[in-house]
């Protein structure tokens, strides 16, 4: 069984595709979304609701936002333990293949996972370890937007079309721009920023607040109040999609603080991100040499896409009302799921032929020639340029700039800066070449990039036909089928709690945060009710226990709801 998942920023989803087309599939807990947040007690690891409820009142065993080092050596610090972004993401991963396995009644083997699109190699081939890591085989990674302009049945309209995906997640933004022809769904272009997402319009929140009262000292706060304050932000941005008005509360050190907010004035506060928006729109325009005009229609993606700022936004800046017709936070699952369909070929689904392109320009470093004869090293010489449909496959000449020149270096460069320094080394090869007046000996350099992200390098002199080869699979070191299968087995003491302990664990928690927000007779009357849920837990009755369950959650949903 082949599964489509989307490894979000903030939340994840897995789905799979039936004759009536793609379906989400629910976590333990009943619900579509599972937070992208590890938390670690001991031995046992928690993923998703509960995680996230332990980052609030543990917040030293706990990560989250960890897709945004992905392909980096950052490890995060668990209680005991120490992960990578890749390893952080194997366990969300792993938690979301059980949930596809009790729901589907059988193993799952593989999945197609969705990445950024404008993800480089790195991110890329760390994001296929995190699935190898979990069990899973995956031979394909989808772009974000081209999941989601599948989820959309872009693929089916009767008519020749071209579409723009404004992808903002949590903490990732991609514009795509595809055109339909028959058949083929082709990416013309994309472009992104890595760093900007639902985050980052909570933190501008966060820095209201403290700015609103600034006898609290940020500096001096503790990890877990600081974690409070950012979950009480996030809970004000949610509310202003459905008011105009939505207050921020926060209770420390016993005192309450109340922050009502105009969403003119929130609106005011994101101009800087907002902003940040216009640059990959333009870019990826300029790039696929289309007007705005030309854009046949704009679809929304991403969870960040409800927040009214960003609609409001982009209606202005698209001069049209974009599709929501597809819930944004599934549509990428959705879309990978169709992907995960079509790989097993199934009859229910219209084949249709997906051209992706590279999103970063790669290229190599050389030497400028100057006016007084001499040369300068360390330009970057552009192969193939960004937004190159793919599979594609580039030659340039390189000649030699000293006499006897006996050795040529050929840095495999990634970016788009015109200075080599500041692009992405991605690796080395040299090659002998015979020793003669300078410009009389060349080499020819090929790069090969191919749709799994794999570029092939190769170097040939001219004048004796000698060839060296690489295989590039990103900035890290590629990891053997061996050393996975170590990496998996040192992991695999760390266990998943059972499901069925899952959600008497995560209203526990959520009791236990409730109880440290509150005052006075308040705090007495959730103790008394963690208490009693605590009892029917000690008596190991099931029926006792899932009675009290139903009580204990209906207490903390009006607790909240009154909040």
């Not at 807990?29 to 937070?35: F, I, Q, R, S, V």
């Not at 020793?435 to 090969?448: C, M």
């Not at 749709?451 to 170097?459: A, G, H, K, P, R």
């Not at 927000?517 to 009693?532: F, M, N, P, W, Y």
């Amino acid at each position: 069984m082949i599964i489509g998942i989307d490894l979000g920023t903030t939340n994840s989803l897995v789905a799979y595709y039936t004759e009536e087309g793609p379906r989400i599939i629910p976590n333990r807990l009943g619900k579509n979304l599972t937070p992208s947040i590890v938390s670690a007690d001991g031995d046992e690891i928690y993923v998703g609701e509960t995680a996230r409820e332990r980052m609030l009142l543990y917040p030293e065993t706990a990560a989250s936002v960890f897709k945004r080092t992905m392909g980096t050596d950052k490890k995060y610090h668990l209680g005991n333990h120490f992960f990578t972004s890749e390893e952080l993401s194997s366990f969300v991963l792993r938690s979301l293949k059980e949930d596809a396995e009790v729901y589907l009644g059988e193993e799952v083997t593989e999945a197609v996972i969705s990445v950024p699109a404008y993800f480089n190699d790195a991110r890329r081939k760390a994001t296929k370890r995190a699935g190898e890591l979990a069990g899973l085989k995956v031979e394909r990674i989808i772009s974000e937007p081209t999941a989601a302009a599948i989820a959309y049945g872009l693929y089916e309209c009767k008519e020749d079309a071209k579409f723009l995906v404004f992808d903002l997640g949590g903490g990732t933004f991609d514009v795509s721009i595809l055109e339909l022809s028959g058949p083929i769904l082709e990416v013309r272009a994309v472009a992104g920023d890595n760093f900007l997402g639902g985050e980052d319009f909570t933190n501008v929140l966060e820095n209201m607040f403290f700015e609103k009262f600034p006898q609290l000292d940020r500096e001096a706060m503790d990890r877990k109040t600081l974690r409070y304050v950012h979950k009480q932000a996030e809970s004000c941005k949610i509310g202003f999609e459905n008011e105009r008005v939505s207050t921020m509360t926060c209770v420390i050190r016993e005192e309450t603080y109340e922050y009502p907010i105009d969403i003119n004035d929130y609106e005011k506060q994101c101009e800087e991100l907002l902003e940040r928006i216009r640059i990959p729109v333009r870019k990826s325009l300029a790039d696929s040499r289309l007007r705005l005009s030309e854009i046949d229609k704009v679809v929304l993606v991403g969870g960040a896409t409800k927040l009214p700022v960003v609609r409001k936004f982009v209606s202005k800046l698209f001069r049209s009302l974009p599709d929501t017709s597809v819930n944004p936070d599934e549509a990428i699952a959705l879309g990978a799921a169709v992907q995960a369909a079509m790989k097993e070929r199934k009859d229910s689904i219209r084949e249709i032929i997906l051209t992706d392109v590279c999103p970063f320009t790669l290229g190599t470093e050389v030497a400028v020639e100057r006016e007084n004869g001499g040369y300068e090293s360390g330009y970057f010489c552009p192969i193939i340029e960004r937004n190159t449909v793919i599979p594609a496959s580039r030659t340039e000449t390189m000649y030699t700039i000293r006499d006897n020149q006996s050795l040529v270096e050929v840095s495999v460069l990634q970016g788009e800066s015109r200075f080599a320094s500041n692009n992405l080394l991605l690796g080395k090869l040299e090659i002998e070449i015979p020793k003669a007046p300078k410009g009389q000996e060349s080499i020819d350099v090929t790069y090969t990039y191919d749709v799994n992200s794999i570029l092939e390098v190769q170097v040939k002199v001219n004048s004796t036909g000698k060839t060296v080869k690489q295989i590039l699979k990103g900035q890290q070191v590629d990891m053997t089928d061996e050393e996975i299968a170590a990496r998996m087995e040192e992991l695999a003491y760390l266990k998943i709690p059972p499901r069925e302990q899952e959600e008497n664990k995560l209203l526990l928690l959520r009791g236990e945060r409730l109880y440290e927000e509150s005052l006075g007779d308040e705090r007495k009357i959730v103790e008394h009710a963690l208490q009693k849920f605590d009892q029917a837990l000690n008596t190991q009755d099931p029926a006792k226990i899932e009675a009290a369950r139903g009580d204990f959650r209906a207490f903390l949903e009006e607790w909240e709801d009154n909040v």
